[in-house]
């Protein structure tokens, strides 16, 4: 069921709605009615590839936090079982194997970042989180196949968006990852049994997946369960949610510093500002709309409220207001700060001489050597405040100040490169 549709009595979906995260649901209706009457359990599965989650996950987050602040009871599933078989969903390769101690690596890291949202304890709407590597790793293969595979047919499997996109690149697929929507609605039944969990969200890429374990439940326990996605997260230009010239915009603040994750948000498309305010934030709708009806420069204060908001909830208060005040000095007085992020080099690799499309774009300024070089022409690199127009130009030693370097590009990207 799409997002246009009557409005509805719960709490829950009511907020959903009018902030934007309804895509499908599988039976609105009942869902509307359960969350009416008392504690709905959902979870959000967390697969677990990198040292850190990025932007692109913060829209999964933020659906969490909404169901607990609507007295519901989120459960926060890491993926230390299917990140072993990894998910093809929207891929067009298979993702690298990781080792269990990689895997058990990057959960350590990436669990760290919900507290920050989630109230952990307890208590009846207290989140929990949990690992599916606690039962996906006790299965035996044919325990596996005889007690769950039963249930799902090839025709079925092969309908699935995410399976026929990567079949008609003619992207192979191996059984490995064929087997993932498997394991994922092994989860949710697991989750059913041990928590009363009901409902399943993520992203409409996981539509697929979310609706073999809704059916698995009905299926096998007779028992109500749900699912609900989100729209898949883009910019107004059409740019994937998370991704920048410089690289992921990591959670973690050791991948990704408080200033840089500031100047994300700081960056926003003028036609995104309301609907990520909606999205990202817990302010008011009727403030939000105040900001989204902004025009001309008026939107740029809108930009830094979303910039200060996003950043205080992740990063806190103190690291968002040290964030806003560097990117004050150092556009509106051209200070330097030692919260503007900073990129080492060798001293002599300096002394030498580096070309300044090479040190642009390995300080993410840049997506490439020939974009770094299009931007000096037109006057977008400034090397210490003054317009750089040859991207060829070689920079030593004798261009430090104050020990650093200042590079700059466009009007709001500013990174300091400091020679050890």
Not at 68 to 74: C, F, L, N, R, W
Not at 104 to 132: R, W
Not at 181 to 197: I, P, S, V, W, Y
Not at 206 to 225: A, F, M, T
Request: proline share 3%; charged share 25%.
């Amino acid at each position: 069921m799409s997002a246009d549709q009557p409005a509805f009595k719960s709490d829950l979906l009511r907020t959903m709605q009018a902030r934007g995260y309804i895509h499908q649901i599988t039976h609105p209706v009942e869902l509307d009615e359960a969350a009416g009457k008392g504690i709905v359990t959902g979870y959000i599965g967390f697969d677990a590839t990198a040292a850190s989650l990025h932007v692109g996950s913060l829209i999964q987050i933020m659906m969490l936090r909404r169901l607990q602040q609507a007295g519901h009871k989120p459960i926060v599933l890491m993926g230390g079982g299917t990140t072993k078989v990894g998910d093809p969903t929207d891929k067009d390769q298979s993702r690298p194997l990781l080792t269990e101690a990689q895997i058990q690596s990057n959960i350590d890291n990436i669990k760290t970042v919900f507290a920050k949202f989630l109230t952990f304890g307890d208590g009846p709407t207290d989140a929990v989180m949990v690992d599916n590597a606690d039962w996906l790793d006790k299965l035996g293969y044919v325990q596996f196949l005889r007690e769950f595979g039963v249930h799902f047919t090839i025709n079925r499997m092969l309908s699935f968006e995410s399976v026929k996109l990567r079949l008609e690149r003619e992207q192979p697929m191996t059984f490995l990852e064929f087997n993932y929507m498997l394991m994922q609605a092994t989860d949710f039944l697991e989750l059913e049994r041990k928590f009363g969990c009901t409902l399943q969200m993520g992203g409409s890429d996981q539509w697929g997946n979310i609706l073999n374990g809704v059916e698995l439940i009905r299926r096998v326990d007779q028992k109500p369960s749900f699912g609900l996605t989100t729209p898949l997260l883009s910019t107004a230009s059409g740019q994937k949610m998370g991704k920048t010239v410089g690289g992921a915009v990591w959670l973690n603040a050791d991948m990704r510093s408080p200033y840089d994750y500031w100047q994300f948000w700081r960056n926003t498309e003028d036609a995104d500002v309301g609907r990520f305010l909606r999205l990202f934030t817990d302010m008011p709708l009727d403030e939000v709309a105040r900001y989204e009806a902004m025009q001309g420069a008026d939107i740029n204060e809108a930009k830094k409220v979303l910039a200060n908001v996003a950043t205080t909830m992740l990063h806190g208060a103190e690291a968002a207001k040290a964030a806003a005040e560097a990117a004050r000095k150092a556009f509106e007085e051209g200070a330097l700060s030692a919260d503007l992020p900073t990129i080492e080099i060798s001293m002599t690799d300096l002394e030498v001489g580096i070309v300044l499309a090479v040190l642009a774009t390995d300080a993410g300024l840049a997506a490439s050597r020939g974009e770094a070089r299009r931007l000096a022409k037109g006057g977008g690199l400034r090397v210490n405040d003054k317009a750089e127009t040859d991207g060829d130009r070689t920079l030593t030693d004798a261009d430090l100040v104050e020990g650093v370097i200042k590079l700059g590009a466009g009007k709001k990207k500013i990174v300091l490169i400091k020679p050890v």
